[in-house]
Nanobody, 130 residues
């Protein structure tokens, strides 16, 4: 059974960087598209970025385009979210989520939404503050 564990969150100053990791266990990620979502206090969980199973298609929310980069290393069964030029409004709990693309199609080809993803990690807190 697929399990996801996020790591890499922390407290950083505005303008600095963090790299989040989403490590999978139980099955290989080869067939899975991965999405990163975030939820700030009092707000809905929103999509941040998405990467297809082969890595050939990526998608970003407008609020993070040009600052965040999603990537994957299937040999390590891990997906990353490199977050640069962080802003206070990026403060949130960040979650990764998986969708079996081989069965359900590629969520990254359209507007990826949380309801499409069937397996979630527990989240990692990222706080941007001076």
């Amino acid at each position: 059974q697929l399990q996801l564990v996020e790591s890499g969150g922390g407290l950083v100053q505005p303008g600095r960087s963090l790299r989040l990791s989403c490590a999978a266990s139980g099955v290989t990620l080869d067939d899975y598209a991965i999405g990163w979502f975030r939820q700030a206090p009092g707000k809905e969980r929103e999509g941040v970025s998405c990467i297809s199973r082969g890595g050939g298609i990526t998608k970003y929310a407008d609020s993070v385009k040009g600052r965040f980069t999603i990537s994957r290393d299937n040999a390590k069964n891990t997906v990353y979210l490199q977050m640069n030029s962080l802003k206070p409004e990026d403060t949130a709990v960040y979650y990764c989520a998986a969708l079996n693309q081989a069965l359900y199609g590629n969520p990254c080809a359209g507007t990826f939404v949380r309801s499409e993803f069937h397996t979630w990690g527990q989240g990692t807190q990222a706080t941007v503050s001076s």
